[in-house]
């Protein structure tokens, strides 16, 4: 996808709302939201887009797409809540998902904003396990500032210091994204490798098992 055609074709209100979208709607989640970031301030190093414009802009579209996506999954919520279960659907895992949100969420919102697809979602499963609306506004807002803005800011400057940064441009944006979720990688580890190991060791040993025989 050439993405630099597509921003100057849809301009700031379809930049806007593509932002918008995969923050917090369930078809947001294929837009690349990254690159669509790093290629803005790209085009503002070149005077091609302003930065006063896109700065507000962007944030604004990503706290309010994060807020649509929270007030969709609070409306939601109790009716999931009430489902019987299914082959898809088992209330334990939203009850596990809500103990979570309770004590994680606002974490998880913050480090959801630098991690692709899962940014879309975190929001709708705040609402849904009815997160206090107070803290993922707070949250919501942080992630919105480090992420709309400061990738954006990142291309802007990446623009100005690196001559033919086009070239680059796909190393670049999967760069940032390794950046991104590493602290969410590290956290993971940190808090889960006991279980992590407890499951690769489980798998390891079905395969040692001796197959049945007849």
Excluded at 58 to 71: C, S, T
Excluded at 82 to 109: C, M, P, Q, V, W
């Amino acid at each position: 996808m050439d993405l630099e055609r597509l921003i100057i074709n849809v301009g700031y209100a379809g930049l806007f709302a593509m932002v918008f979208a995969e923050s917090g709607l369930f078809f947001g989640f294929f837009l690349p939201g990254d690159s669509l970031l790093l290629t803005a301030g790209l085009l503002a190093s070149r005077g091609l887009l302003s930065l006063y414009v896109l700065i507000p802009g962007l944030f604004i579209a990503a706290v309010l797409g994060d807020n649509v996506g929270y007030w969709f999954g609070n409306k939601t919520g109790p009716r999931i809540f009430n489902r019987e279960n299914s082959l898809l659907f088992r209330r334990k895992n939203l009850l596990a998902a809500k103990a979570f949100y309770d004590k994680h969420g606002g974490k998880t919102i913050l480090l959801a904003r630098f991690m692709p697809f899962i940014r879309t979602f975190a929001p709708i499963v705040a609402g849904a396990v009815d997160m206090e609306y107070r803290r993922f506004v707070t949250f919501n807002m942080i992630g919105g500032l480090l992420w709309g803005i400061g990738v954006t800011l990142a291309g802007y400057f990446l623009g100005e210091v690196i001559p033919g940064i086009d070239n680059y441009f796909l190393l670049i944006v999967a760069f940032v994204i390794l950046i991104s979720a590493m602290p969410t990688l590290i956290h993971l580890w940190r808090e889960d490798r006991k279980e992590i190991f407890a499951w690769i060791k489980k798998v390891l040993n079905r395969k040692r098992e001796p197959m049945a025989t007849d």
